[in-house]
């Protein structure tokens, strides 16, 4: 019995790897494997911490759909979701995976990219001495001094933006105000 296993060993083995490839061959001629591309699809990013802000990030990127058989065209974008996890990600730039699910399985999903750079920055507290500018004149009236109310404000922000805000300023305008009359006007902050 032993002999007949071993007789003819390597043509045995040649006729199942043969039958192994013919086989394959059926069935992708029976179940091809057919893609489509999903351009844009909306990237989500969840578990951001709560003391960072994303600064730098795609908001969509491509996506390559496979399904086996000639379906292709009921590959649906909406049933595609992107998920970049951002629990383990640090104070300025990362490189992340991007998850990707279909939502009725079947389809064989492959991002382009695979991974993501986003930047992560600290949310910080800054304030700001309020300067006035006057605008326009007053028949008649030379304008005293101008104060603003209330004298400095606090703005907030990824820490990249407020190293950039110099100054907080407010334009009045002087031919729309009576002399001794209170106006509001809007905070500009500038760099």
């Known amino acids: 019995m032993k002999g007949l296993l071993s007789a003819n060993l390597p043509e045995k083995v040649a006729a199942a790897l043969i039958a192994i490839l013919l086989w394959q061959v059926v069935l992708r001629v029976e179940?091809?494997?057919?893609?489509?591309?999903?351009?844009?699809?909306?990237?989500?990013?969840?578990?951001?911490?709560?003391?960072?802000?994303?600064?730098?990030?795609?908001?969509?990127?491509?996506?390559?759909a496979r399904i086996i058989g000639t379906e292709v065209a009921s590959i649906?974008?909406?049933?595609?979701?992107?998920?970049?996890?951002?629990?383990?990600a640090k104070i300025g730039k990362n490189r992340l995976p991007v998850a990707a699910h279909y939502a009725s399985g079947g389809v064989i999903l492959s991002p382009r990219p695979k991974y993501v750079d986003v930047t992560l920055e600290e949310w910080r507290t800054k304030?700001?001495?309020?300067r006035t500018m006057t605008t326009g004149t007053w028949d008649f009236y030379r304008p005293g001094p101008i104060t603003a109310t209330p004298a400095k404000v606090r703005i907030s922000g990824p820490q990249s933006l407020l190293n950039q805000a110099d100054e907080a300023r407010v334009s009045v305008n002087l031919s729309v105000v009576e002399p001794g009359a209170a106006a509001e006007a809007l905070v500009q902050v500038l760099k």
Do not use: C, F, G, W
């Open 31 to 64: 179940m091809p494997v057919t893609a489509r591309p999903l351009e844009n699809v909306p990237v989500e990013y969840v578990n951001i911490p709560e003391d960072l802000v994303l600064t730098a990030r795609p908001t969509s990127i491509h996506v390559d």
């Open 76 to 88: 649906d974008k909406d049933q595609v979701t992107l998920v970049v996890d951002m629990k383990n």
């Open 127 to 130: 304030e700001l001495d309020v």
